[in-house]
């Protein structure tokens, strides 16, 4: 008997941190600045997964139509910047199960479609030393669903992807391992419902970290 897994990939938004409060906070702050409706937090969910300007492009009425689209979109990406972490924390067992993970050996990386400023922010305050690489969203890689960041991550961690697998909160996370392709775990705790999940192909799904642990932990 052998550990299958030594590496693990993270999805971070809805995965390791509940960001949803700040998320919806900074959207709302740049569609107030320029007399927009606001958003409430159920939508902010649904936005969320294919990156900060999806994200806008999705909140803004006439989405990237909208002549001040811009200017609205910036003024989000400064107000998040400044308050990225005000309301967020990691979920409930997340930050004891990167402990076990990492004493045991494995590699444990992030790949997000959230801004990389704000990727690396999050993982100075809550993962410093706990995880090494963290990937997000900028313009010299493409983003999640396509594979590119999930390759990237392995190859500064020196894995191979027969020995990794990706935990994610949502169906880019499920799309994203079958482009690599590799094994995929998702968490019913973050963005997206576990109905939602089982009708995009999720096939393991944990409910806490507990059962999270046990499926990565699991020897073959």
């Known amino acids: 008997?052998?550990?299958?897994?030594?590496?693990?990939?993270?999805?971070?938004?809805?995965?390791?941190?509940?960001?949803?409060?700040?998320?919806?906070?900074?959207v709302n702050?740049?569609?107030?600045?320029?007399?927009?409706?606001?958003?409430?937090?159920?939508?902010?969910?649904?936005?969320?997964?294919?990156?900060?300007?999806?994200?806008?492009?999705?909140?803004?009425?006439?989405?990237?139509a909208h002549p001040e689209f811009d200017r609205i979109y910036q003024e989000f990406r400064k107000d998040y910047g400044l308050h990225c972490n005000d309301r967020t924390r990691p979920y409930p067992g997340v930050l004891e199960l990167l402990a076990r993970l990492k004493s045991k050996g494995?590699?444990?990386?992030?790949?997000?479609?959230?801004?990389?400023?704000?990727?690396?922010?999050?993982?100075?305050?809550?993962?410093?030393g706990l995880i090494d690489v963290a990937i997000g969203e900028r313009e010299t890689i493409r983003k999640k669903p396509a594979?590119?960041?999930v390759l990237a991550a392995l190859e500064?961690?020196?894995?191979?992807?027969?020995?990794?697998?990706?935990v994610g909160d949502s169906e880019v996370?499920?799309?994203?391992?079958?482009?690599?392709?590799?094994?995929?775990?998702?968490?019913?705790?973050?963005f997206r419902d576990s109905a939602l999940l089982k009708e995009r192909g999720a096939c393991r799904l944990a409910s806490n970290a507990g059962e999270l642990e046990e499926m990565l932990c699991g020897m073959s």
């Open 1 to 26: 008997m052998k550990r299958k897994y030594r590496t693990v990939i993270f999805d971070l938004d809805g995965t390791l941190l509940d960001t949803l409060d700040d998320l919806t906070a900074s």
């Open 29 to 64: 702050a740049a569609l107030t600045k320029y007399g927009l409706p606001l958003r409430s937090k159920d939508e902010v969910r649904r936005f969320v997964g294919n990156g900060v300007l999806r994200l806008m492009e999705r909140a803004v009425p006439g989405g990237h």
């Open 106 to 128: 494995y590699g444990l990386a992030i790949v997000s479609n959230k801004a990389d400023f704000a990727v690396n922010t999050l993982r100075e305050i809550y993962f410093d």
């Open 147 to 149: 594979p590119d960041t």
């Open 156 to 166: 500064r961690l020196g894995a191979d992807v027969e020995t990794a697998v990706y």
């Open 173 to 190: 996370d499920l799309e994203t391992a079958a482009n690599v392709p590799m094994d995929v775990i998702s968490v019913s705790w973050g």
